[in-house]
C-alpha cells in the first residue's frame, strides 16, 4: 500500500514561484509513475505534470510546460513541483497522484494524496 502526503502550497503574488512537496510512503517499489493534478473552483481536474519512477522521464501539461518542473528525490521518496512564473490561472487545489502503470493528461491514477492549495493573486 502507498500513501501520499502533499505539502507546500500557499499565496503568492503574480510571477512568483512556490515548490510542492510529496512524501511517498509504502510500498514504493510497485509504482511506475507519480503526478501532479490540480482542480480549480468550478473547473476539471487538470494533469500538470509527471514523472516515471525509476527513470525520472518527465511528461507536463500544455498549460504549464516551460514554468514548472517535476523532480523526484530518490534517498527521501519525495516528489516535487517546482511551480514559477506563476499565474492566477494557476490557483487550484493541487493533487499528488501516483499509479503501478504510466499517468498522463488522459489517467486516473490508482493513488492520491489529500490535496494543497496554491493561491496566486496580488
Known amino acids: 500500500q502507498v500513501q501520499l502526503v502533499e505539502s507546500g502550497g500557499g499565496l503568492v503574488q503574480p510571477g512568483g514561484s512556490l515548490r510542492l512537496s510529496c512524501a511517498v510512503f509504502?510500498?514504493?517499489?510497485?509504482?511506475?509513475?507519480t503526478g501532479w493534478f490540480r482542480q480549480a473552483p468550478g473547473k476539471e481536474r487538470e494533469f500538470v505534470a509527471a514523472i516515471t519512477w525509476g527513470g525520472g522521464t518527465q511528461t507536463y501539461g500544455d498549460s504549464v510546460k516551460g514554468r514548472f518542473t517535476i523532480s523526484r528525490e530518490y534517498v527521501t521518496n519525495e516528489v516535487y513541483l517546482q511551480m514559477d512564473s506563476l499565474e492566477p490561472e494557476d490557483t487550484g487545489v493541487y493533487y499528488c497522484a501516483a499509479d503501478r502503470g504510466s499517468i498522463a493528461a488522459s489517467s486516473n491514477p490508482d493513488i492520491w494524496g489529500q490535496g494543497t492549495q496554491a493561491t496566486v493573486s496580488s
Open positions: 509504502g510500498r514504493t517499489l510497485s509504482l511506475f509513475a
